[in-house]
């Protein structure tokens, strides 16, 4: 059973960064299609971007060319690089593994000043 644990939320200025890490346990990762989703209060769960087992990217056009998806399959890890952030990118993020459909716990971000 694959487990997926999130980190790097928090509170951060409209036009700042952060960087999301999504850290898997199990043997396959690096086999494993995964994907960051978010979630804002009152709206549905949606895709940002996903990254295939052989590290092809697709993005959310609301966060091409600010947002980078990216893998080490060393560190069994995924990571989300959010550049020049706004306010409606505030939400739960939450990380997926496509094969065994494992969703992690999510990590916050607010972006306000």
């Known amino acids: 059973q694959v487990q997926l644990v999130e980190s790097g939320g928090g509170l951060v200025q409209p036009g700042g960064s952060l960087r999301l890490s999504c850290a898997a346990s199990g043997r396959l990762f690096s086999r494993d299609g995964m994907g960051w989703y978010r979630q804002a209060p009152g709206k549905q769960r949606e895709v940002v971007a996903t990254i295939t087992s052989g590290g092809s990217t697709n993005y959310a056009d609301s966060v091409k060319g600010r947002f980078t998806i990216s893998r080490d399959n060393a560190k069994n890890t995924m990571y989300l690089q959010m550049n020049s952030l706004k306010p409606e990118d505030t939400a739960v993020y939450y990380c997926?593994?496509?094969?065994?459909?494992?969703w992690g716990q999510g990590t916050q971000v607010t972006v306000s000043s």
């Open positions: 997926h593994n496509f094969r065994s459909s494992t």
